[in-house]
């Protein structure tokens, strides 16, 4: 079911950016529809990051895919330079 729901978020139209929130506690933007892909046996993602960083992930570890709100008009939830700084990878935060 939570690659369905991460599914139809990515190919919503138009595309709004997500957030995909992992059991870690981190959370991994998603910039734009084609930065995520699918396995064919669909047992893992592949998340291109901002900066080229790629990420390969079970879908276990996805608690929860979030959309961006509508209102917010900044690129993927602001800047990834606090992100760096806190020693966290590209388009990954602690919540």
């Known amino acids: 079911m939570m690659l369905e729901q991460i599914k139809d978020l990515r190919d919503r139209t138009p595309f709004r950016p997500l957030r995909l929130h992992l059991?870690?506690?981190?959370?991994?933007?998603?910039?734009?529809?084609?930065?995520?892909?699918?396995?064919?046996?669909?047992?893992?993602l592949v998340?291109?990051?901002?900066?080229?960083?790629?990420?390969?992930?079970?879908?276990?570890?996805?608690?929860?895919?979030?959309?961006k709100p509508v209102s917010d008009r900044r690129s993927a939830w602001g800047s990834l330079a606090s992100c760096r700084?806190?020693?966290?990878?590209?388009?990954?935060?602690?919540?």
């Open 47 to 67: 998340l291109f990051l901002p900066g080229g960083a790629v990420w390969v992930l079970d879908p276990a570890e996805v608690a929860a895919p979030r959309a």
């Open 23 to 44: 059991t870690s506690g981190a959370t991994a933007a998603v910039v734009s529809n084609d930065h995520l892909l699918f396995s064919p046996d669909r047992r893992q």
């Open 85 to 95: 700084s806190a020693g966290v990878p590209a388009g990954f935060t602690r919540t």
